[in-house]
Nanobody, 124 residues
Framework: QVQLVESGGGLVQAGGSLRLSCAAS????????MGWFRQAPGKEREFVAA????????YYVDSVKGRFTISRDNAKNTVYLQMNSLKPEDTAVYYC?????????????????WGQGTQVTVSS
């Protein structure tokens, strides 16, 4: 069983930055591809970014390309989402997710474990 715990959310002004962290339990973290999703009020949860097991491959939704960076530290069982140039439309609950396979995925159903979410609010 893998447990994921997000942290780092908060309130920030437009143009600011936040770094989200997702700490994972379990000794097989390095075998998992990881992803970040977000859900804004009244909207469905959407894919944001994903990273392969080694960190060698990453993928982003178009709306965050050039502003967000996903990374991981397998020695610390942690995946990060660095968010720069934040916009009010980035306001959402951000979820960390993990999947058994090493390759990245962009669909919710392809992920096996989920964190509880962390709120990110960007004021204009």
């Amino acid at each position: 069983q893998v447990q994921l715990v997000e942290s780092g959310g908060g309130l920030v002004q437009a143009g600011g930055s936040l770094r989200l962290s997702c700490a994972a339990s379990g000794r097989t973290f390095s075998s998992y591809a990881m992803g970040w999703f977000r859900q804004a009020p009244g909207k469905e949860r959407e894919f944001v970014a994903a990273i392969s097991w080694s960190g060698g491959r990453t993928y982003y939704v178009d709306s965050v390309k050039g502003r967000f960076t996903i990374s991981r530290d397998n020695a610390k069982n942690t995946v990060y989402l660095q968010m720069n140039s934040l916009k009010p439309e980035d306001t959402a609950v951000y979820y960390c997710a993990g999947r058994f396979f090493r390759t990245i995925a962009t669909i919710e159903a392809d992920y096996d474990y989920w964190g509880q979410g962390t709120q990110v609010t960007v004021s204009s």
